[in-house]
């Protein structure tokens, strides 16, 4: 499999939502097993998300040691080293940029906020239910628990390197491509289901103004705008933002999150925003907030006419040190004013 065909494959896995295939997945972590040298677990049991599954494994007493070094570290380390000999440094570094390096950055941001988010809900099901935080490196620590997990599906970056490669992480494959994440024990491996929706913007971050962003079948869920975090809360009062309730916000971040959902055109009409300066790429206005830095956008209408024959206007923001509109549009095409010029407008 070429490196654009492995890589395809892959980000597909890594954003793919519905119901797990469990006998497939199942097939694939006694593979994993086999392939360590390890017997099968005694049991396969199945969690909705990643916060039940380690729930779940806070009472199995009988599960046994981790054994995700021997599964997915070392066999993993063993193919890496096994590739970069048979590449050679450089052909390591351009078969890494071409499969997963491309997927790396966007699966590692959203494991690592699969995690902060499951630890928080855990420990306040832990404080709720005794009264007390529960003690850091205790049996039944959270964070050590999700050390212990493999990322399946959100492993994919690896798994796009190596595919193709040799056998050794046929089994790790089979349970990304088929589940979500997994935990190897001794005695029992316990799956999760995979997420029921991901929504990401053109960037690819965790993006939704009317729901969860990330959200699995139990109801475990992630809320973002902009790859921000915010909380379903903030998200349901969206809909009824005013000019007001923006400048009553004292998150910085948050209310930033305000002024794009609610559009910079409505708050400056409705803020007494300052007309700074006009030239022929546009109008560049200012809002001083308390707080927080100035608000300044351009004003600019596209040329290009929509189909109706009407021109369409955009608010640009810019940054608070803007003090022309050409600089403040060419600063979006990351260039100097004096070097803005283009030859048609679009």
């Keep these: 499999m070429n490196s654009t065909t492995a890589r395809d494959k892959w980000r597909a896995v890594a954003a793919a939502t519905g119901p797990a295939d ?6 694939g972590v006694r593979l994993a097993y086999r392939t360590a040298g390890l017997g099968e ?104 628990v999700l050390l212990d997990a493999v990322l399946g599906q959100h492993d994919a970056a690896w798994l796009a390197a190596f595919d193709g490669h040799g056998e050794r992480l046929a089994g790790l494959a089979a349970v990304a491509a088929h589940a979500g994440w997994w935990w190897p024990y001794e005695n029992v491996a316990v799956v999760c289901e995979r997420p029921v929706e991901l929504h990401r913007d053109e960037a690819g971050r965790l993006d939704r103004g ?15 705008w902009r790859g921000m975090t915010v909380s379903a809360a903030f998200l349901a009062g969206l809909a009824d933002l005013t000019p007001e309730r923006i400048r009553a916000e004292e998150n910085a971040e948050l209310r930033r999150v305000m002024l794009e959902h609610h559009g910079y055109d409505r708050y400056l009409a409705a803020s007494g925003a300052r007309h700074e300066h006009r030239d022929e790429t546009g109008v560049l206005w200012r809002i001083e907030l308390a707080d927080d830095e100035d608000v ?51």
């Design 41 to 144: 677990p005694e049991r396969v049991l199945w969690a909705a998300s990643p916060l039940a599954a380690v729930a779940l494994l806070d009472g199995l007493a009988d599960r046994g040691r981790p054994v995700r070094e021997e599964v997915r570290t070392r066999p993993w380390a063993e193919e890496r080293r096994r590739l970069h000999d048979a590449l050679g440094p450089a052909g390591w570094a351009a078969h890494w940029q071409s499969t997963g390096a491309v997927l790396w950055d966007l699966n590692r941001a959203l494991a690592d906020r699969i995690r902060a988010a499951v630890t928080e809900a855990h420990e306040k099901t832990y404080e709720k239910a005794h009264g007390r935080a529960e003690t850091d490196g205790g049996p039944g620590d959270v964070r050590l």
């Design 296 to 346: 300044v956008t351009v004003e600019v209408v596209n040329s290009t006419p929509e189909p109706d024959g009407t021109h369409r206007t955009y608010w640009l923001r810019v940054p608070p040190t803007t003090r022309t509109a050409r600089e403040g549009v060419a600063w979006t095409f990351g260039l100097r004013p004096e070097a803005y010029g283009p030859l048609v407008q679009t």
């Design 210 to 224: 009317d729901g969860p962003a990330l959200a699995y079948p139990d109801g475990f869920a992630l809320h973002a």
């Design 22 to 27: 469990r006998a497939a997945a199942e097939a």
